[in-house]
């Protein structure tokens, strides 16, 4: 070993010290102190302790003294070294192990998952496979966790499976923390329907695997599947209530449902927590309750959750998506801390609802008064504003602030809500320009947008012209470009074109979408 990369750390003064100090009770005797049980004791303690970097002298005695440690101290020098993250230091123990038992590579292998290095986890995987070494239980469920991470590594979707047919390859007992570990794997690589599998011929279903595959269910919207799970799931908490809700809050549909199961679980004497209350306003943004948005307000408001930045925002925005423009200021204002995200939101509730000056005022106060730094999604919001308002200076200068002083650059939505903002104040020839000198070729919001405003000005020629070009993009996905085109060409009595157009869409297989209206009355939608 290379004894020099440890002198940072190592003094055998500062080794009798430490030692002393956590350990009372150990004699200053060199001899009694190199025994291994005393020294591992010593390491065992440290482990335990909450500052383990103290035990780090006693690995710099033990290389100025020459002592050979035994395969348990070498462990116990590894797991020291993990437990203060230092991950350089605990490869370089693992690396000198004369032995390298199983439990010395799932210790390195959890340590490197722990930092999120998949990689050098799955290399020594690799390393462990070639050995002969047989892989335990342990092992295993540390690999299907690497299956489940997002980072750049080949083959992770297949991992799972892999795993799984390696441990019903194995002797491997399948018990409760493997099978767990194999549907989370599968659930978050999208294969349900192979986690299902493994949940239908467990002994014991738990509530973590039961939480794991209703989520699962519900991110593919197989919401009858997630109900079942969830009805048979016996020892319910908080958490599996919440994936319920948080499922059942993301649709118009089902919307509805998550506030039932939010009844339900208080009704079990389950305490919402700070994820409950999220999901249920957003299901009230859903349905545009904002009555009984209230009702979860004036509830969130007797919890030690009300302070929290997350629920306070999407309060706000529930109350903008609901029109209550007041409501949410009202929310926004008594906000203890606000980020990004909360300011734009309020923004983006402003501009929806009509109310353009107030948006841009509170746009330029977040960044002059409050020196908050707008993102891509706040600049989309100050722009939609300008464009429903015809304030197009206003627009124009947002839309170059945002290279200029900030440094991003604009995706095809904002394009698209320039290309909004100049045809909707009539400047169609403006609007032409702008989208053929765009640095990127663009794509059919693009193109829809200055379609739509043809339209609105009876501009024939130019829809003609931006409906073609929506149509190489996508010829059958954009149904209401063909109304867009058809109704413009109506409102200019070009009825042999509009005849000519509906024969088209009638072989292409292209229908206007059903329209559809809903209201809420007496609690019914």
């Known amino acids: 070993m290379n004894n020099g990369i440890f002198r940072p750390f ?41 500052n383990p970097s103290r035990g780090q002298n006693i690995h710099s005695h033990i290389l100025k003294t020459g002592f050979v440690p035994n395969t ?87 991992l799972g499976r892999m795993v799984h047919t390696q441990i019903l390859k194995s002797d491997v007992e399948k018990d ?24 239908d011929v467990m002994s014991e279903k738990n509530v973590i695997c039961s939480t794991s595959l209703i989520s699962g269910y519900m991110n593919q919207g197989s919401f009858k599947d997630a109900g079942c799970i969830f009805q048979k799931t016996l020892d319910k908490d908080v958490v599996v209530f919440n994936a319920m809700i948080e499922g059942y809050s993301k649709t118009s549909e089902y919307a509805m449902r998550s506030l039932e199961v939010y009844i339900d679980m208080q009704r079990l004497n389950f305490r919402p927590n700070i994820s409950t209350f999220a999901s249920v306003i957003g299901a009230c943004s859903m349905l545009a309750v904002f009555e009984i948005g209230q009702q ?73 008064e409050y020196c908050v730094v707008p993102n891509l999604v706040t600049f989309l919001s100050a722009l939609s504003a300008c464009s429903h308002a015809g304030l197009v200076d ?24 320039m290309v909004d903002l100049l045809g909707r104040a009539g400047r169609l020839s403006q609007a032409w320009e ?26 024939i020629e130019m829809a003609k012209l931006a409906a073609n070009e929506l149509f190489k993009l996508n010829a059958d996905g954009r149904p209401g470009a063909y109304v867009a085109l058809s109704n413009t060409l109506a409102a200019a009595g070009k009825w042999d074109s509009v005849s000519e157009l509906r024969e088209i869409m009638k072989e292409r297989g292209i229908s206007k979408d059903t329209a559809c209206s809903w209201v809420g009355a007496d609690g019914v939608y």
């Open 296 to 368: 979860v307000q004036s509830q969130l408001m007797k919890t030690p959750f009300f302070a929290d930045l997350k629920l306070g925002s999407a309060l706000l925005d529930m109350y903008s998506k609901c029109g209550r423009v007041i409501d949410a200021r009202r929310v926004f204002d008594h906000m203890l801390e606000k980020n990004v995200f909360s300011w734009t939101s309020m923004i983006d509730g402003y501009g929806k609802n009509g109310f353009p000056d107030e948006a841009l005022e509170l746009f330029r106060k977040m960044q002059i």
């Open 434 to 459: 702008f989208v053929t000198r765009m640095p990127e070729r663009p794509n059919s919001d693009v193109w829809a947008a200055l379609l739509s405003s043809c339209r609105l000005h009876g501009n």
């Open 176 to 199: 409760d923390v493997l099978c767990t570990a194999l549907i989370d794997s599968y659930v978050k690589n999208g294969r349900v329907a192979y986690a299902r599998t493994v949940f």
């Open 10 to 50: 190592f003094s055998s003064r500062g080794f009798h010290s430490s030692l002393i100090s956590s350990h009372q009770s150990f004699p200053q005797n060199l001899d009694f102190v190199l025994h291994s049980t005393s020294l591992s004791d010593a390491l065992q303690h440290h482990i335990n302790s909450e």
């Open 72 to 158: 348990n101290i070498s462990i116990k020098l590894l797991i020291l070294y993990l437990k203060c993250n230092c991950l350089r230091y605990a490869r370089q123990v693992f690396d000198d192990l004369r032995d390298r038992t199983l439990s010395a590579y799932n210790y390195m292998i959890g340590g490197y998952l722990k930092q999120g290095r998949v990689e050098e986890s799955l290399d020594l995987v690799h390393r462990l496979l070639v050995s002969g070494e047989k892989l335990d239980g342990f092992t295993f469920s540390m690999i299907l966790k690497a299956s489940t991470s997002r980072g750049n590594v080949a083959l992770l979707g297949d």
């Open 394 to 417: 206003e627009g124009w200068e947002i839309f170059q602030s945002m290279e200029k002083e900030y440094l991003l650059r604009p995706g095809m939505e904002h394009y698209a809500c």
